[in-house]
């Protein structure tokens, strides 16, 4: 079945470090990949997204690209500050002929220490 | 300003007592849907709503009841609350199944 993967968390980091957030899929057919981010206290926001292979998500900094070869999805940012400590979800939504569905991953929890 | 609203943020109640939690949305969104997040489990849906008087099951359904009489409102109905069903729940809504999900602040219910 349609399923994503994210790595363990927490990951912690120190401000103005590198941050990579591993995401893999399983799905049949054309999904389309999302990142989500839930700060402290609130709901899910739309982070990025991309919607075929090949195509690079961004925003605030990060960056993720579809990679179909990889089956990956990977969220980056070149530089993370306190303000970014969240917790991340990768998800991706699937269609078929009954419908689409948006299968999210467990989330990985970031911490930025200044 | 575009957003959707849940109510209570919090609540604790005990097993048994019939409680409601609200959620609507201001975007005239079709589709709309109630998850819960638990540790090392994510985001589980639970009920989802194509448009008014539309509703189905999501992937754990059980013990929970929704309704869809107005486009605006999704509430979600617990008619016999249990421990297990402690837990954050987000409502979320989008012009229709496929698109952008935007989602509420979360109701952190606590079942004793």
């Known amino acids: 079945g349609n399923s994503v993967t994210q790595m363990e968390g927490p990951v912690t980091l120190s401000e103005e470090a590198f941050l990579t957030i591993n995401c893999t899929y399983t799905?049949?057919?054309?999904?389309?990949l999302f990142w989500y981010v839930q700060y402290p206290g609130e709901g899910l926001q739309l982070l990025l997204k991309?919607?075929?292979?090949?195509d690079k998500g961004s925003n605030k900094g990060f960056e993720a690209t579809y990679r179909k070869e990889t089956t990956s999805f990977h969220l980056e940012k070149g530089s993370v500050q306190v303000s970014d400590s969240a917790v991340y979800f990768c998800?991706?939504?699937?269609?078929?002929?009954?419908?689409?569905?948006?299968?999210f991953g467990k989330g990985t929890t970031l911490s930025v220490s200044s | 300003e575009a957003q959707v609203t849940q109510n209570p943020r919090y609540l604790i109640t005990v097993t048994g007592k019939k409680l409601t939690v609200t959620c609507s949305q201001n975007?005239?969104?079709?589709?709309m849907s109630w998850y819960r997040q638990d540790p090392g489990l994510g985001l589980r849906q639970i009920y989802y709503?194509?448009?008014?008087?539309?509703?189905d099951k999501g992937d754990v359904p059980e013990g929970y009841k929704v309704s869809r009489k107005e486009k605006r409102n999704f509430p979600l109905i617990l008619e016999s609350p249990s421990p297990n069903q402690t837990s954050l729940y987000f409502c979320?809504?989008?012009?229709?199944?496929?698109?952008?999900?935007?989602f509420g602040p979360g109701t952190r219910l606590l079942v004793l």
């Open positions: 799905a049949t057919g054309y999904p389309s």
């Open positions: 975007m005239n969104h079709e589709y």
């Open positions: 991309a919607t075929k292979a090949d």
């Open positions: 709503s194509m448009n008014v008087e539309v509703t």
């Open positions: 998800a991706l939504r699937w269609a078929n002929q009954a419908g689409t569905a948006l299968i």
């Open positions: 979320a809504s989008s012009l229709s199944r496929g698109e952008t999900q935007y």
